[in-house]
């Protein structure tokens, strides 16, 4: 599997750039690269839990699909070992839209006569993003009232996934 490219390219909130061409077939991307994210429910999603527990961002950033997956696997992972299959509700509250791409510049022995460089750079899909605002929410659990400290840890494991400060806010 090919290495990942280091986040700090990626994480500023800034307008991504859309190509224009007067050749309309080359106006968008055109594969989405596919997302890790495997649900964005779990837990009971019929019943009603009395607390609700939020993940908030503390900055504007835009974060990685293979990091939401990351974080709910290990949020989920804990609500279940804690509460059971049915003691919970998670809930995945950002969707990764933004597609992330790449120009990758070949270097070394005869790279010259393989790269384009920069002409016509518009980079090939690598991976996707969710643009996430300062203040919105990225998870929301939904626990009884006894088991508050559990979805508290919960979404406190799952701020250490994400690459921006966190907090986490209760509402009855």
Not at 52 to 66: C, T
Not at 158 to 163: D, E, F, G, L, R
Request: glycine share 6%; charged share 30%.
């Amino acid at each position: 599997m090919a290495k990942l490219r280091k986040f700090s390219a990626y994480q500023r909130l800034e307008r991504p750039y859309t190509r224009k061409s007067k050749y309309k077939e080359k106006q968008y991307v055109r594969a989405f690269p596919n997302l890790r994210i495997v649900h964005f429910d779990m837990g009971d999603l019929q019943r009603e839990f009395p607390l609700k527990i939020d993940l908030i961002s503390k900055r504007g950033m835009q974060v990685r699909h293979n990091a939401i997956e990351s974080a709910r696997l290990t949020t989920n992972r804990y609500l279940e070992k804690s509460l059971g299959k049915k003691g919970y509700n998670l809930k995945i509250r950002i969707y990764p839209h933004h597609v992330l791409r790449e120009n990758p510049l070949a270097s070394g022995a005869g790279a010259d006569r393989m790269s384009t460089g920069m002409k016509k750079s518009f980079g090939k899909p690598i991976g996707a993003a969710a643009r996430v605002q300062e203040g919105q929410i990225l998870m929301t659990v939904s626990v009884p009232k006894t088991a508050r400290k559990i979805g508290v840890l919960a979404l406190k494991r799952a701020s250490y996934k994400v690459p921006m400060p966190c907090s986490i806010q209760e509402s009855a």
